[in-house]
């Protein structure tokens, strides 16, 4: 699927793609998308919160958690298509020459998920600030803003996993590791509130 075309997707088209044979739209652009729809969210719940003094700064935020995660979401897809691209290369082809394609595939495969896994993470501590401090009214969708934020984190994040191979001590898996952490201490300081 290409680059642009995932965004200009109905949401009935986004499904149909989604239940396809085709591997994209895959696991990382979804993250990606529902992690947009949760700042999406967060950002309708701060703007209902208009005797909020951070009101202003929370939709701010959340509108730029937004825009990036939309556009991570077709980059995502396109990074990994490049890998299975790579990953089934002949066998004809030389092993060396498949290495030198097939890792940094991989590499770049890893990294566009970490960036997902961040920006989600980043949606849910606002999800969780929102749901503390907004308007008693938003405080359901910024909570369920934060529930839909850590979904996407940990998938995120295990995408991380799953593209680097088994690479315990490597600092990105690390670094998922802990926004899915973040992830999932902000869900549960906003369900606290609720």
């Known amino acids: 699927m290409g680059v642009t075309r995932l965004q200009d997707l109905s949401v009935r088209s986004l499904l149909d793609e989604v239940a396809s044979e085709s591997p994209t739209p895959g696991g990382g652009a979804l993250a990606a998308l529902t992690a947009a729809l949760a700042a999406g969210l967060v950002e309708m719940a701060a703007r209902n919160s208009p005797e909020w003094e951070l009101r202003?700064?929370?939709?701010?935020?959340?509108?730029?958690?937004?825009?990036?995660?939309?556009?991570?979401?077709?980059?995502?897809?396109?990074?990994?298509?490049?890998?299975?691209?790579?990953?089934?290369?002949?066998?004809?082809?030389?092993?060396?020459?498949?290495?030198?394609?097939?890792?940094?595939s991989l590499e770049r495969a890893a990294a566009f998920p970490l960036a997902i896994a961040e920006a989600a993470s980043n949606v849910a501590e606002l999800a969780a600030v929102v749901s503390e401090d907004g308007s008693p009214v938003a405080r359901a969708d910024a909570t369920a803003a934060a529930m839909l934020a850590l979904g996407a984190t940990r998938a995120a994040a295990h995408l991380v996993e799953i593209n680097l191979g088994v690479r315990e001590q490597d600092e990105r898996l690390l670094r998922a590791t802990r926004l899915a952490a973040d992830a999932a201490a902000a869900s549960a300081r906003s369900l606290a509130v609720v």
């Not at 202003?56 to 937004?66: E, S, T």
């Not at 939309?70 to 290369?89: F, G, Q, W």
């Open 56 to 104: 202003g700064a929370a939709i701010a935020q959340a509108r730029v958690l937004r825009e990036r995660l939309s556009e991570l979401a077709p980059l995502n897809d396109e990074v990994y298509e490049h890998a299975l691209a790579a990953l089934r290369l002949p066998d004809a082809v030389d092993s060396g020459s498949k290495s030198d394609l097939i890792g940094p």
